[in-house]
């Protein structure tokens, strides 16, 4: 089996391909090249970050044109740098 395995601190993020086809109210059909680029994710893998704030499993907030869109095994996945990572999507409880 192989997987990949960032290195020089770079993140590898798991992209959920959004193949719906969208249309707009009037029933305009939005092609994939006019679709706002997604950019939040999960973390598949880390490299070796002493103190990562963001483990495997965990979702994130990324820059919009941040990374290398990669496809592996079927997958589509982003491989960036973790300081392009903006934030960590948290659960909280509601008051």
Excluded: C, H, R, W
């Amino acid at each position: 089996m192989k997987e990949l395995q960032p290195i020089n601190q770079n993140v590898l993020l798991e992209l959920s391909e959004d193949k719906a086809e969208q249309k707009t109210a009037s029933g305009i059909i939005i092609p994939d090249s006019a679709k706002e680029k997604q950019k939040v994710a999960k973390v598949v893998a880390v490299s070796t970050i002493e103190e990562a704030e963001i483990t495997p499993g965990d979702e994130v907030l990324y820059k919009e044109y941040a990374g290398t869109e990669i496809e592996f095994e079927g997958k589509l996945f982003l491989l960036l740098p973790y300081s392009e990572i903006l934030s960590k999507i948290v659960e909280t409880e509601s008051i």
